[in-house]
């Protein structure tokens, strides 16, 4: 079978252009695109049905001798599949499909489904490839995983045949996964001491809007819609209003519904000479009543149980995409580093003030908008860096409000103000007098 793997430095440098695409993106988003509707239609970035694979629906079997997860296609195509870790996964990757089906049917469901299979996802994962992610129940091995034709030679299917295996067998094969990873990878240069940003292009100052998960990651789900088509339709609508008023130069960590790693996603802002990091999320819980949005920022403990458990959650989305994830080894021990690390915190909770502050006058706010925690993705040593929760989608007011377009103006335009007033006082604060102040017309900070 024919390998189509390709290196993670391969997959930044073909993201970062990507990254510089979506820098100048449309005045208005499109409309949202919710997981049923998704069935119906191609994903933005997809090829037409007729110019490339696609898959149109997909069938799970399980029976007391293993499982079996059918993909119908249009074309065969080459598949390589290998088994994950911690936690037990299996993941198929192929060339760039267009996967025709409603994410809902690979979700975990309550009680979990019985059998090898607990849950599966597919999609984008990197230029050229796509990715199916199956979370298994136990330890299995692949016993078949091909593209063929069917019968009348028509169409296709793509069929991952899995048995049970034992506990040792499993881990000894993912190891054996894991090590021809790293021999495809290209040796990392020595770790440099962090260097100044790059100047943003036209003198602009640069944020960085990461609407999180994407491609394979779809994130959470909440009726007829998905999180990472929602963030992503948001991160959109802000950045239109900054190109707008040409203050402050937006780019996004993805053009489109593409998987990026959580490391690649803080490197691709540091690369675009980002003085602003901001996630852009929508979670899902179990208790329904709780409602609002959320703004957090980076802390080594927790400010209180919800933070720690969506923290957890979010750092593992790189597991959803079948990545293994590897050591965090951003910690600088000297004391140049520890100061530019504590100024950088600073900078991200004044900014976490002021964006709760201009947000009040949009829509809900948490109980407790202003909290912390561990999250990977707000570690950047030198760029301030906050996580806002749009609201929950478990709530019926929140996930109304996050599905109209009307909301999403309203809402995109408090963060793109928030964003100019950041940079308008970092600017008054740094430049020499006389200078020219291109913020001299942004408006007064948010009423508290």
Do not use: C
Not at 157 to 164: G, H
Not at 284 to 308: I, N, P, Q
Not at 318 to 328: H, K, Q, Y
Not at 390 to 397: D, H, I
Request: charged residues 25%; positive net charge.
């Amino acid at each position: 079978m024919a390998r189509h793997a390709k290196t993670r430095g391969g997959r930044l440098a073909a993201t970062a252009a990507l990254l510089l695409a979506a820098a100048t993106p449309p005045a208005a988003a499109n409309g949202m695109v919710g997981a049923r509707a998704a069935a119906r239609a191609l994903p933005a970035q997809a090829r037409p049905y007729d110019a490339g694979p696609a898959a149109t629906a997909v069938h799970h079997h399980e029976s007391a001798g293993g499982a079996r997860l059918v993909f119908d296609m249009n074309d065969t195509v080459d598949v390589r599949a290998f088994v994950l870790s911690n936690p037990d996964r299996v993941v198929v990757d192929l060339k760039e499909t267009a996967f025709l089906i409603d994410p809902a049917n690979g979700r975990a469901s309550r009680p979990a489904r019985a059998g090898l299979i607990a849950s599966y996802r597919f999609g984008h994962f990197a230029p050229g490839r796509s990715r199916i992610v199956v979370d298994l129940n136990g330890p299995a091995r692949i016993a078949r995983a091909a593209s063929e034709r069917t019968e009348s030679g028509g169409a296709a299917r793509l069929t991952l045949e899995l048995a049970p295996s034992d506990g040792e067998s499993f881990r000894a094969a993912a190891r054996a996964a894991r090590a021809a990873e790293l021999l495809q990878a290209p040796p990392q240069p020595p770790r440099k001491q962090a260097e100044a940003p790059a100047p943003a292009s036209g003198g602009r100052p640069v944020v960085a809007l990461d609407p999180g998960h994407g491609g394979v990651d779809t994130g959470a789900a909440g009726k007829d819609a998905i999180e990472k088509n929602i963030v992503f339709e948001f991160a959109r609508a802000v950045a239109a209003k900054l190109e707008a008023s040409g203050r402050v130069k937006p780019v996004l960590t993805r053009a489109g519904d593409v998987f990026v790693p959580l490391a690649d996603r803080v490197k691709l802002a540091q690369s675009a000479g980002a003085g602003l990091f901001v996630s852009i999320h929508a979670d899902t819980l179990s208790e329904t009543w709780v409602r609002g949005a959320t703004v957090y920022t980076l802390s080594d403990r927790a400010s209180d149980a919800e933070a720690a458990r969506l923290a957890a959650s979010e750092n593992a989305a790189d597991r959803a995409g079948g990545v293994t994830e590897t050591e965090d080894t951003t910690d600088v021990q000297d004391i140049l580093s520890d100061l530019t690390r504590r100024e950088t915190r600073a900078m991200s909770h004044a900014y976490a003030r002021s964006l709760v502050a201009y947000w009040k006058h949009t829509g809900d706010l948490n109980k407790n908008p202003l909290r912390s925690a561990g999250f990977r993705v707000l570690k950047a040593m030198d760029t301030p860096s906050v996580l806002l929760e749009l609201g929950y989608m478990s709530s019926q007011g929140d996930l109304a409000r996050l599905v109209s377009a009307d909301w999403r103006e309203r809402a995109s335009t408090s963060v793109a103000q928030s964003i100019e007033r950041f940079f308008a006082e970092r600017t008054a604060a740094e430049a020499p007098a006389g200078a020219p102040d291109r913020f001299a017309n942004a408006g007064a900070p948010a009423p508290r």
